[in-house]
């Protein structure tokens, strides 16, 4: 088997300090946390069957997700997960979190969305208070994820709660789920609300050839996209021109098959076209990888330096929905962390 990076790749760019913007909640628990929470609800066989296989299509993922949503359902393990998903990121050496999950609403589970993103914001508050004495610091923002099988009520709700929870990290809005459900006029409503609060918005887009959806969110000027894996030549160029930059996520679209391979990744013509783009997780738990792993794969398939490596990491910066003082601070702390390394 040829090897995706060497021991040395994956060394520097683990003591890199990086930054991590599209990382979903429920896709990035620990697979023993998965496995304990199975086991205790008595669903172990099934959970442990869709996690045991190392391929898996967009939609066997999202029966993955489904998976873990059901054994993920009340408050305590909310917050459990979110503290040890901060922790597994700044372990990690990822210096800056922008963290996303769908607030859902369980009447069955006495969870509204409102108690859902609390125990989110409780995770985040847990691993910040045990981190104090660590040197691997992580700063960490909000993005709130209206999922595709939601109605225009439910994601008008999301934005609702994003805006009001500001002070306490969130940032911005994203659209994620399978991206063979549902129509965009139906969350457009919610998205142009969220223009109008001033929040950031994220869209996952062209993650499979939808072209007419790919169009209509182009023209919401969204701050930044998601995947664009599957765009015809005139999309791609519209992207372009819009300078508008990409989360990438390599081990995820070449294990869903949204590309054929990571040789043939998109990274490469956007990366030598200098379109901002930044190097992302997706789903660390259900893809087994972690930022590191993402960048020495990068590295080794498109022949990268450690210089241009820290050059793609240093850039993420300007990408982050942070404003201009954070992003200061924070490249501030990145150089600090380089001349100490
Ligand atoms: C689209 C994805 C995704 O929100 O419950 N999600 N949406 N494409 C992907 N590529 C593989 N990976 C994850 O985290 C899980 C949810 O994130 C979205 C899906 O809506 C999934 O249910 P949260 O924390």
New binding site residues.
Partial sequence: MVELYTPQQLAFCHRLPKVELHA????SVRDQTIRELAAERGVDCEVTNLLSKGHRT?SE??KL?DAI?RITTDHATITRITCEVVQDFAADNVIYLEL???PKARPEHGMTKRSYLEAVLAGMQQASNTASASPKQVMVRLLL?I?RRESTQASLETVALAAEYRAQGVVGIDL????SVGSFDTWLPALQRARELALKLTL?AA?VYRPEETVDMLALRPDRLGHMCCLDDALEQQMVSANIPVELCLS?NVI?ESVPGYADHHFQKLYQAGHPVVLCT??SGVFCTSLSREYAITAQAFQLSDAQLTQLSLQSIEHTFLDKAGKEQLRQRFQALMASS
Wanted: charged residues 20%; contains cysteine; hydrophobic residues 15%.
């Fill in positions: 979903h909640l429920n896709g967009l993922c999202f997700f949503h996303r999950t769908t994820s999922d994620s789920g399978n991206p996952h993650e995820s869903t997706d789903d």
